[in-house]
């Protein structure tokens, strides 16, 4: 299915960062006539509902309360649907690990729900948006979202004639998304003597909300079925946000936290013989084992090509593209005039 035939888009966890923006570009750049958000949250989706951006649009716009749990409610959710966007999750670290069995059912019984009610409902496109805690896990959140994208992507096996097809969207920490390193320190810098970093050497992946949303976007109309997208974006330190944010206030190393890593990975030594590139980033295909027929044979027609610009492990430590504090600087006064 060509975007130009995608008519309607259901995001579960569409009252999320991502959901929001993602469903605002798509009302202001495409012509879908109906867009449904899917979330848990009665009073996210009434706040989204009465958003001057969103009441403009109203006529294409559709809320059903209900939980990635609940398959029957997907399955109710998900009728005439063409593509479905999976950002609903978990995703605290700390939580999941003293709440595992609600990770679990969330992330990962949820997910094989949204599997199975896609394929009841005949969607024709499934992208899940996944983590990079998910490649080489060490913590709760990250296993169940491995888990996750182990569920969606084998799930295009076992499609035959049915249109479904199923693909995963990788990325690293958004810039500034609810819960993240950059608004905790903006919300407590003022009150703290020093800023509380784990440890000095400590780097991440990073991406703002809307270049994770056009990388969606992307991903959509490049998928066969099958591949985990993972795009090309940069590492900082977070010293340097650190200083970014003030530059006068000293730092105290804390120590690491259980199920936090010093760097990020999000592609593995493991996966580089299945790593390809396309034009937006790089695309982890099956094992050979599992690799679906229709895949195997569009890899080079679609624009796929060996990953070569990767000789080690996709890791935020020793990444090739970095942000400095100047950068830094300026993504952090961009967040705060847009949280104004």
């Not at 006529?59 to 399955?75: A, H, Q, T, W």
């Not at 993972?230 to 650190?242: E, N, T």
Request: glycine share 6%; proline share 4%.
């Amino acid at each position: 299915m060509s975007s130009e035939q995608i008519k309607s888009i259901l995001i579960t966890g569409g009252t999320g960062s991502f959901g929001k923006a993602f469903a605002k570009h798509l009302l202001e750049n495409t012509k879908i006539d109906r867009l449904v958000i899917f979330s848990r949250d009665e009073l996210k989706q009434f706040d989204m509902q009465n958003d001057p951006t969103f009441q403009q649009h109203s006529s294409r716009m559709r809320y059903f309360i209900g939980d990635v749990r609940d398959e029957g409610r997907l399955k109710h959710a998900f009728k005439a649907i063409d593509m479905v966007v999976h950002a609903a999750a978990l995703k605290q670290i700390v939580a999941a690990e003293y709440n595992p069995s609600e990770a679990i059912k969330t992330n990962v019984m949820g997910a094989q729900n949204v599997v199975e009610a896609a394929v009841y409902c005949k969607v024709s496109k499934v992208i899940a948006l996944s983590t990079d805690k998910a490649a080489a896990p060490i913590n709760l959140y990250g296993a169940t979202k491995l888990c996750s994208d182990k569920l969606f992507i084998a799930a295009n096996n076992f499609m035959g004639s049915n249109p479904t097809r199923f693909s995963v969207v990788r990325y690293g920490n958004v810039f500034g998304s609810r819960g993240s390193v950059v608004p905790y320190f903006l919300q407590n810098q003022r009150q703290w003597e020093s800023f509380p970093v784990t440890d000095m050497a400590m780097t991440r992946f990073s991406l703002s909300l809307q270049e994770g949303v056009d990388f969606v976007m992307k991903c959509s109309g490049q998928m066969c079925g099958g591949e985990l997208f993972v795009p090309r974006i940069p590492s900082y330190r977070i010293a340097d946000l650190c200083a970014a944010i003030d530059c006068k206030k000293p730092i105290s190393v804390i120590g690491i936290r259980p199920g936090e890593k010093i760097h990020e990975v999000m592609i593995t030594e493991a996966d580089l013989p299945l790593t390809y590139e396309w034009s937006a980033g790089y695309a982890i295909m099956p094992h050979h084992g599992i690799l679906n027929l229709r895949i195997a044979s569009q890899l080079h027609e679609v624009g796929y090509v060996k990953a070569q610009t990767l000789t080690s492990e996709y890791s935020s430590g020793t990444n090739i593209a970095w942000l400095d504090q100047s950068s830094l600087s300026r993504m952090i006064k961009e967040f705060v005039q847009g949280s104004l």
